[in-house]
Structures are given as structure tokens and as C-alpha cells.
């Protein structure tokens, strides 16, 4: 995979993985309403001038963190098609990873939602990762289609969207309550996405 950038404007590689890693910390400790850009500096051991110059704010700071942890998570997760194994189960356990990482409280998975899903800019790299994310998903279900795992006529890229919006609805469902355990949140995600494979129309039912 290729690595995309990071959001801020690091000068000393170092430095920059200090201040992430506090922050990180911190919002763990007490999420996104108490994360201070003067918390930070002194976790990391710099100054909050230092900070202000990489990140105008706590909440693009935040945005760093969770962008770190998410190319993390995708990077780590195997993206070579095993043919062995159906598409359901691949993209459910391509999920697992990101459900647990969003599942660790209700207050982290809101916070860190909020901070994902509503980029009113397409160009931010929250929003450019998202879409490199699901152009990946697209390029696995092609090599499925390839190995005959997938019907010929499959549009790929809808389908790595349908399975992004079916990912995301159950983050939103986790974050809201309605499904907490994350085991409850794969099962559920298993359950949408063989649904939406398996199709509810009969192919002799009026068009």
C-alpha cells in the first residue's frame, strides 16, 4: 500500500510522533472535549509553540491521531486475495480491526466518528484516505471476480462503497448504543453484508 500523508505540517519527524502519541493519550484518558493544545505540549515535552506550528488546533490534532491510527490499521490488514476464502468472510474480517479500534469506549467511538464522517472538504486527508481505503476494498473484489469468487458483471466499486456504508452504519450503531459489544457489531456487520450479497429479488420478479 501506499502510505498517504499525514494531516499537520511536522518539521521534525520525531517531534511530530511525540505529539500524536500524546495526544492519543489524552483522548483516551479523557476524549475530545478536554484535549488542550497545552495538555499536549507538556505530555510531549514541547512547547505549545511547537505544537501550534504542526496543528492550528486540538481537533486537528485529534484528526492527526485518528488518521495515524486508521492508515495503521489498513496497512496491517492483508489486502491479497486468498481465493480459499469467501468474499463475505474477507471483507468481515477486514472489518474486525477498524470495529474493535472504534469500539474501545462510546465516548472514544463518538468523539473519533465525528472526526471521520463529517469532512465537508473532499480534498482533507481524513476524506482522501477514506476513498483510497474503499479503492483498495475495490481492487480485492476485482481479484475476487477474477478467481470467479464474484459474478462477472459485479460493479466492484459500488460494492466496496455498499460495504463501506454497511461498515459505517455499524460504527454509528456502536457509537449510539444500540450495538456496544463489538462482537455484537461483527456479527451484525456479517449479517448486512450476506444479506446484500445474497440479493432479495427473485430473478423472475417483476423489474
Given amino acids: 500500500m501506499t502510505a498517504l500523508q499525514r494531516p499537520g505540517r511536522p518539521r521534525d519527524p520525531e517531534i511530530d510522533d511525540r505529539i500524536v502519541d500524546a495526544a492519543r493519550a489524552l483522548l483516551h484518558e479523557g476524549g475530545l472535549d478536554t484535549l488542550s493544545m497545552a495538555a499536549v505540549a507538556e505530555r510531549a515535552g514541547v512547547g505549545k509553540a511547537t505544537v501550534y506550528r504542526r496543528y492550528a488546533d486540538a481537533r486537528a490534532l485529534a484528526g492527526a491521531v485518528l488518521f495515524d491510527d486508521l492508515q495503521a490499521l489498513a496497512e496491517a490488514v492483508p489486502t491479497a486475495l486468498d481465493p480459499h476464502r469467501s468474499v463475505l468472510d474477507q471483507l468481515v474480517d477486514t472489518s474486525r480491526p477498524f470495529l474493535t479500534y472504534f469500539g474501545t469506549s462510546a465516548g472514544w467511538t463518538r468523539a473519533m466518528l465525528q472526526l471521520a464522517l463529517f469532512q465537508v472538504d473532499a480534498e482533507a486527508p481524513m476524506s482522501v484516505q477514506g476513498m483510497w481505503w474503499v479503492a483498495t476494498i475495490a481492487e480485492r473484489l476485482e481479484a475476487a471476480k477474477a ?48 444479506q446484500h450479497l445474497r440479493g432479495l429479488v427473485p430473478d423472475d420478479a417483476p423489474g
Fill in 147 to 194: 478467481h470467479g469468487l464474484l459474478l462477472p458483471d459485479v460493479n466492484t466499486m459500488l460494492l466496496a462503497n455498499a460495504w463501506f456504508s454497511l461498515y459505517v452504519t455499524t460504527l454509528i450503531a456502536g457509537a449510539g448504543g444500540l450495538i456496544p459489544d463489538v462482537e455484537d457489531q461483527v456479527a451484525t456487520l456479517h449479517a448486512l453484508l450476506a
